[in-house]
């Protein structure tokens, strides 16, 4: 019986270590995800690669082309191989090609007015990406 308690209570540390290494906690900054997200909402990112994103997922990434650090959360409209959305993000009229090049993605905010997204730096690259948005918990308001 001790034996068992000892097994069932490592297994419950790794499965514990195991989502604290998947799993991250980041809480949203200003207003270029309004309304699906406000300043002060936290959100639970799986860390994860590119493999798992699909055009409508929230994904946060490192800032890109800043000296201010920092993880920026923002809404993938595409994908590598999908067809490069120059209509909506003129930026990439620039970029030679007609699909979304490999290791790397489309995002947009969902408040055009606030965002800071690939309408102004273009693609994010893989190798910045934390992770997809799995839970979003909303600061409460006094």
Known sequence: MMLLLVLLGLGLAAALTWCRVRMVSVTVRGDSMAPTLRSGDRVLVRRSRLRSVT??????????RTTEPGWMIKRVIAVPGDAIPRGEVPTLWSYPGNHVP??????LGDNPAESYDSRHFGYVKEDSLLGVVRRISRRTTA
Not at 55 to 64: I, K
Not at 102 to 107: E, M, Y
């Open 102 to 107: 490999a290791r790397r993605l489309v995002v």
């Open 55 to 64: 055009p409508g997922t929230l994904v946060v990434f490192a800032r890109p």
